[in-house]
């Protein structure tokens, strides 16, 4: 397998490393303050935190999904305050088995910055395992990041709505099923899914306890999009791109490094009437 993740052996190993920094990115939905507030209560010990709504995305606008992407040089500021430069190896995790997480693994590749593991299990793998925990806000020595945002691994909505049907191309849906089915909705204002896409939850990646499937398990998963289309061509979204994040981690696991995602998701695709919406 690709080597995107770290088990909470191996980071509690490496937890004196000046060369790692680990970044906490526990949030709620539906209660934006309580990550950080549970951050400052327990978290892995050196961690710094990121706020999904205020460093991960930028605000929403009229035509705008959920969680927008971060303004670049807001963005890169945080990097730098983190400590993050290309000589740091950046481990990221979250409270959610990765599903926020992976957020920022995805947005890190995109500057260029390629070294980041995703912490297999979450918090709840390091907690398991009974290693130090530590309260309180963590701040790191400054950094000077130097990278920049490259659209590789990202389609728009205009480039996605070209490849609608294309059988060139296989478009993702990593919502739960009810979502995709559109028998329920819980936070968008429509239910259903873009034309054309397939259904891999995120948390179909995991297994009972919040680790990542074995790799013969993964290929099986998305055995659907592995041997006969690019991968470029796979293309990723949920709600408001993130934690359809998850399964992109899961395919570079199996190889397909290079899969995209529509980061404005079901959330900024159904501003527009008029594109097409499979609804119950």
């Keep these: ?85 290309s000589s740091k190896t950046v481990v990221v995790y979250d409270t959610a088995f990765g599903a926020f997480a992976a957020r920022l693994w995805w947005l890190l590749r995109s500057y260029g910055h390629e070294d980041v593991l995703l912490l297999n299990g979450g918090f709840s793998a390091w907690k398991k395992e009974n290693f130090p925990l530590e309260s309180g806000q963590c701040t790191n020595k400054p950094a000077v990041f130097q990278g920049q945002f490259s659209n590789k691994f990202l389609v728009k909505a205009k480039e996605l709505e070209a490849t609608l ?68 061509n796979i293309i990723l979204y949920c709600g408001s791109g993130v934690t359809s994040c998850l399964d992109l981690v899961a395919l570079a696991q199996i190889g397909i490094e290079n899969a995209r995602l529509y980061a404005g998701s079901w959330s900024e695709w159904i501003r527009d009437p008029k594109r097409p919406k499979i609804t119950p």
């Design 1 to 85: 397998m690709a080597n995107h993740l770290i088990e909470a052996k191996e980071l509690h190993q490496r937890i004196t490393d000046p060369n790692i920094i680990i970044v906490d990115c526990r949030f709620d939905l539906a209660d934006p303050d309580w990550g950080h507030a549970d951050y400052l209560r327990e978290h892995i010990p050196g961690a710094v935190y990121a706020h999904l709504d205020h460093d991960l995305s930028s605000p929403i606008t009229a035509t705008s999904g959920r969680h927008p992407l971060p303004n670049p040089d807001s963005f890169v500021s945080f990097l730098s305050k983190a400590g993050i430069d």
């Design 165 to 232: 049907m294309n059988p060139d191309f296989v478009l993702i849906d990593a919502r739960a099923a009810n979502r995709y089915i559109g028998i329920e909705e819980p936070i968008d204002t429509i239910a259903g899914h873009i034309p054309g896409a397939k259904n891999v939850f995120h948390q179909a990646n995991l297994d009972a306890e919040g680790y990542f499937l074995p790799e013969k398990q993964l290929k099986r998963l998305y055995q659907f999009s592995s041997k006969t289309i690019k991968g470029e």
